[in-house]
């Protein structure tokens, strides 16, 4: 009885990103770790009809979801050419939720594989800390750019991973720990 | 084990021919860059001067500097049982004195060892290494670290950096001094051969430290692997140093810095990960490849079973 899905393959379900909206109150109370109240989500748009469907119910999906539960969002292209939706709620279930939805409809349209990340932002120690879920692994691993911007604090992240083993699904191949630098939090 | 003489393992002729020759290139970049400025009309000899200041200081304060950039202290026996048990042992065999044993309260798994001479010398664990490593490979690390004691490493390196902080320093000033120069000649409408002296100095130091430093980085892997063999010898076990170092490399070394969106993108379009330019990486390495060190412990390991 597996509680979250952890196979080798591509995982089909993102029922692993729920586990943060159940870590979320232990990361504040044991770990000192404590939500900005803002999460990203990150895909590659293409010019498909299907994906213009998609984007389509998406908006009415955040629209109605900041009449529901107010979480404000705000969509954003970057450099890359991905897309960002930039949410904020000061519930941190509402956003985990949120981000759980956008990727269902993702999946009903066949469009997982344009999903890349859902970023969560938190602060630890005076230090700013993401924990990158990664939609073809199914799994989370720790984001800690140092001040400089260019280099990440190693140590904070190996140490923060360790201590989090037990609350969330931690990617175990460290090379699989690529950065998102700059993601626009400011957008919302 | 023990009726083998330990040193019949010590000696790689290959590496040490290496290490020479890489010292002689050293001396004789360092002999020419003297000369060149001399002829060219630096006063070099103020340059060194002050380069030899600061290298005093940094001999007779490293310690200190060095436990506080890592955030290490010094362990007393009752506060690590442990590892002064693994050191005490370890010492006797190699018949050194006891440095002092600190340790970093961090988790990136790492060690290292510092100290002018053997009488005033530190070896300092991470806890993270401490945390993860089992006592035997804690062991292996620990060995490394008192050979590259031993070995007088330390010395060895600062010497061989000391002309490269020259030409570093040189670099620095003549920037400046041109730069002035070229604002005097514009006043005084002369002194345009000085200034040519001083932008081919410019430029021969930039040279200098260059080479210099590729070369002081081969020097420092060599060192390595000799320390890796030293540490085979002192504790027997070859096989328990590669896995140690096996574990390490599996931490730090493989979280990339790139970014997912553009991993992503590059592998939609077939590019193989391969291209990295290993080779280059290692040019610019103090620490060869993982993969390199732990191949060779395994010689040494065949070697031993071979001599037992």
Not at chain 1, 39 to 49: C, I, R, Y
Not at chain 2, 84 to 89: C, F, L, T
Request: glycine letters at 8%; one cysteine or more.
């Amino acid at each position: 009885m597996a509680l979250f899905r952890r196979g080798k393959g591509a995982a089909k379900t993102d029922d692993a990103i729920l586990a943060i909206a159940v870590a979320e109150p232990l990361l504040s109370s044991t770990h000192q770790m404590f939500t900005t109240g803002k999460v990203g989500l990150t895909f590659k748009p293409n010019d498909s009809e299907f994906f213009s469907d998609l984007e389509n119910e998406m908006r009415q999906l955040l629209a109605a979801g900041e009449q529901m539960t107010g979480t404000r969002y705000s969509i954003v292209t970057d450099a890359y050419g991905y897309r960002w939706i930039i949410m904020a709620d000061d519930q941190f279930e509402d956003l985990v939720m949120a981000v759980y939805a956008v990727g269902q409809s993702f999946n009903e349209h066949g469009c997982r594989d344009q999903l890349l990340a859902a970023v969560f932002p938190f602060t630890f120690e005076g230090k700013e800390v993401e924990w990158i879920y990664t939609y073809k692994r199914g799994t989370f691993y720790p984001f800690v750019p140092a001040p400089d911007g260019q280099h990440r604090d190693n140590d904070t992240e190996i140490g923060l991973s360790e201590k989090v083993a037990k609350l969330l699904p931690i990617e175990k191949q460290l090379a699989q720990w690529y950065a998102l630098w700059g993601v626009p939090f400011d957008a919302v | 084990m023990s009726t083998n003489p330990r040193w019949t393992y010590g000696k790689d002729t290959s590496l040490q021919l290496r290490m020479y020759f890489v010292m002689f290139m050293l001396a004789a970049l360092y002999l020419f860059f003297v000369t060149a400025m001399m002829a060219l009309g630096v006063p070099i000899f103020l340059v060194a001067g002050i380069a030899g200041v600061m290298m005093v200081i940094q001999w007779f304060g490293s310690e200190k500097m060095v436990l506080r950039s890592m955030h290490a202290k010094v362990v007393t026996e009752q506060e690590q049982p442990k590892l002064h048990a693994i050191v005490d042992k370890l010492v006797g065999i190699a018949d050194m004195p006891k440095p002092k044993v600190a340790l970093a309260i961090t988790d990136v798994p790492n060690a290292f060892a510092s100290g002018r001479n053997q009488k005033n010398a530190l070896v300092c664990v991470t806890d993270g290494l401490v945390r993860r490593l089992d006592d035997d490979e804690l062991e292996g690390v620990i060995a490394h670290e008192l050979s590259h004691i031993k070995n007088g490493d330390v010395r060895v390196m600062m010497l061989a950096s000391f002309f490269a902080t020259v030409a570093a320093m040189l670099m620095n000033m003549l920037m400046w001094m041109t730069l002035f120069g070229g604002m005097g000649r514009h006043r005084g409408g002369q002194g345009g051969g000085a200034a040519a002296a001083l932008m081919m100095a410019y430029f021969l130091s930039m040279l200098v430290y260059f080479v210099a430093t590729l070369l002081i980085l081969a020097l420092s892997r060599y060192r390595e692997f000799a320390a890796d063999r030293g540490a085979a010898t002192l504790t027997g076990a070859p096989a328990k140093l590669a896995s140690a170092l096996g574990k390490i490399s599996g931490m730090i070394a493989q979280i990339p810095t790139d970014d997912l969106r553009k991993v992503e993108t590059a592998n939609a379009f077939f590019i193989v990960s391969a291209l990295k330019g290993e080779s280059m990486a290692g040019l610019f390495a103090s620490h060869p490849p993982m993969k390199k060190r732990i191949a060779r412990l395994r010689e040494i390991e065949i070697q031993m079973e071979r001599g037992r």
